[in-house]
């Protein structure tokens, strides 16, 4: 079992910064494949960036045009989504997920694990 806990989201303006970060559980971290996805009202939860359990594999949303990077912290038990240039439809709950070992999915059944997500709200 794997329990995810987020945070750093919150209000920011368009062009503004944030740094998510989601803390895992447990003493394996290292292998799991780590990922960021949001939900915003009315929408399918859509992926946003993946990282593989070694870090040296990272893939992103279409949407995310260099805007976003997923990083990890395996001595920290984290994965971070530093987000930079928000714009108004980035405005979601953002949630990390974990699977174990593999290549990193962009799908939502891709992953085991979930954490109940961060707020990130921005406005124009």
């Known amino acids: 079992q794997v329990q995810l806990v987020e945070s750093g989201g919150g209000l920011v303006q368009a062009g503004g910064s944030l740094r998510l970060s989601c803390v895992a559980s447990g003493r394996t971290f290292s292998t799991y494949n780590m990922a960021w996805f949001r939900q915003a009202p009315g929408k399918e939860r859509e992926f946003v960036a993946a990282?593989?359990?070694?870090?040296?594999?990272?893939v992103y949303g279409e949407f995310v045009k260099g805007r976003f990077t997923i990083s990890r912290d395996n001595a920290k038990n984290t994965v971070y989504l530093q987000m930079n240039s928000l714009k108004p439809e980035d405005t979601a709950v953002y949630s990390c997920?974990?699977?174990?070992?593999?290549?990193?999915?962009?799908?939502?059944?891709?992953?085991?694990?979930w954490g109940q997500g961060t707020q990130v709200t921005v406005s124009s």
């Open positions: 997920a974990a699977d174990q070992w593999g290549s990193p999915s962009t799908t939502v059944g891709g992953y085991d694990y």
């Open positions: 990282i593989r359990w070694s870090g040296g594999f990272t």
